[in-house]
Nanobody, 128 residues
Framework: QVQLVESGGGSVQSGGSLRLSCAAS????????MGWFRQVPGKEREGVAQ???????VYADSVKGRFTISQTNGKNTLYLRMNSLKPEDTAMYSC??????????????????????WGQGTQVTVSS
């Protein structure tokens, strides 16, 4: 199993920056992908960014050029650096771990159904 705990959320004005952290413990060496997802009440969960075990990253079009995903060498901490934040980035952000190689497929990246372990989430609110 993998345990995930997020931190770093908060309130920021439009154009501001935040860095989210996700502390991972357990069988982190078995993960194929780590990802960040976000959800707004009443809407489906959206994939934001993921990084696979080879360091290859994938981003949602809506955050390309503004967000950067990274992790420590031991995969113990996952980060999401968010710059140029917009009000539409407001959401509950969760980190997740995938234990299947399928997460690295070109047609299945950022698919939450492929992620087995989830953190409790951290709220990000961007005001205009």
């Amino acid at each position: 199993q993998v345990q995930l705990v997020e931190s770093g959320g908060g309130s920021v004005q439009s154009g501001g920056s935040l860095r989210l952290s996700c502390a991972a413990s357990g069988y982190t060496y078995s993960t194929d992908c780590m990802g960040w997802f976000r959800q707004v009440p009443g809407k489906e969960r959206e994939g934001v960014a993921q990084i696979d075990r080879d360091g290859y990253t994938v981003y949602a079009d809506s955050v390309k050029g503004r967000f950067t995903i990274s992790q420590t060498n031991g995969k113990n901490t996952l980060y999401l650096r968010m710059n140029s934040l917009k009000p539409e980035d407001t959401a509950m952000y969760s980190c997740a771990a995938s234990m299947t190689y399928l997460c690295r497929g070109s047609g299945s990246s950022l698919n939450p159904a492929l992620y087995a372990y989830w953190g409790q989430g951290t709220q990000v609110t961007v005001s205009s």
